[in-house]
């Protein structure tokens, strides 16, 4: 195959990386293999932060967000607080291909994505369920982020081509139509044809105030590697958002440029993400940042 670079985020990243890779071994567009790596992930009802499976809100039900965007013609489609789809990824391309429109939310995603045909389904599995009638026993509070931010994000480049995308079921416990970075463009994910991509996950309240992906590629844009713009930008969002006790948002970023570049950076200890060169794929992680 011509030159290929896929990259996910986490342990789950693998999954996506290798159904992404096997389709474009078969011939499948950068995007079809992107939306059918993601896919995997939501499908995957052992992962409880994306898709099936996914925890959620503080009312007992799961509100997804995606979004994906093509870097060439800056391209992006996103759904967010979207209740009764499996697999929002595949309903923010259509979003993308579709419409005028950069983000649909709620009731609208739900509308839009029955109109364009996607089957309507439970999306609370009951290992979900059965963990928030646990958790609304004692209403630990929502802050609890710590081990409930693992977003899918993943970017695929080839030398003419870059896509990325992501999906989450967000925070777990989150309030009803809390909307997280990741379909947010420039905050949960970022592409430009001429200078590359990135995607995030951690916090996404935290990423969201700092535009984290939208800085990563503007810092390549002005001349970094991969890795220098991921460490600045997480550094960036330390120390704006580092609170009273010394903790720092959670937040990691991957990044790719036009070039093929490839950096990643993290904020807290041990981030784990897929990276496949075309040739093997290896799991890598990343260790945290020390603040300044
Ligand atoms: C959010 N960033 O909604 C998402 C959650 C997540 O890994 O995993 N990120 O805040």
């Known amino acids: 195959m011509n030159r290929v670079l896929l990259t996910a985020t986490w342990n789950f990243g693998r999954l996506a990386v290798e159904r992404a890779f096997n389709m474009l071994e078969l011939g499948a567009s950068a995007l079809d293999a992107l939306e059918t790596g993601i896919n995997a992930v939501e499908m ?6 994306v898709g099936y499976g996914g925890l959620p809100n503080r009312a007992g039900y799961v509100e997804l967000d995606a979004a994906i965007m ?90 003419d081509t870059i896509v990325v995308g992501c999906s989450t079921s967000g925070l777990k416990w989150k309030y009803p139509g809390r909307v997280g970075d990741s379909p947010i463009v420039g905050a949960g994910l970022y592409a430009d044809e001429e200078v590359g991509a990135a995607v995030a996950t951690g916090n996404g309240d935290e990423i969201s105030r700092v535009a984290l ?57 041990k981030f784990p993400y897929a990276l496949h060169d075309g040739q093997s794929l290896t799991m890598g992680e990343r260790e945290a940042l020390e603040p300044e």
């Open 213 to 269: 992906c939208s800085r990563v590629v503007f810092l390549m844009e002005r001349g970094m590697s991969a890795q220098e713009a991921c460490d600045e930008a997480i550094r960036y969002l330390m120390r704006k958002r580092t609170d009273a006790s010394g903790t720092p948002p959670h937040a990691a970023v991957l990044a790719v440029r036009a070039d093929g570049n490839f950096g990643v950076s993290a904020s807290y200890a």
């Open 70 to 159: 093509d870097a060439r013609g800056h391209r992006s489609g996103a759904v967010a607080a979207l209740r009764g789809f499996r697999r929002p990824i595949s309903v923010a391309r259509r979003v993308m291909e579709v419409l005028p429109h950069a983000l649909l939310v709620g009731e609208g995603a739900a509308e839009f994505a029955r109109e364009q045909g996607f089957e309507e389904e439970e999306t609370l599995s009951p290992e979900a369920s059965e963990q928030w009638l646990q958790w609304r026993e004692t209403q630990a509070p929502p802050a609890d982020v710590e081990d409930s931010h693992d977003t899918v994000g993943m970017i695929i480049w080839t030398p």
């Open 44 to 49: 995957d009802e052992s992962v409880q932060s």
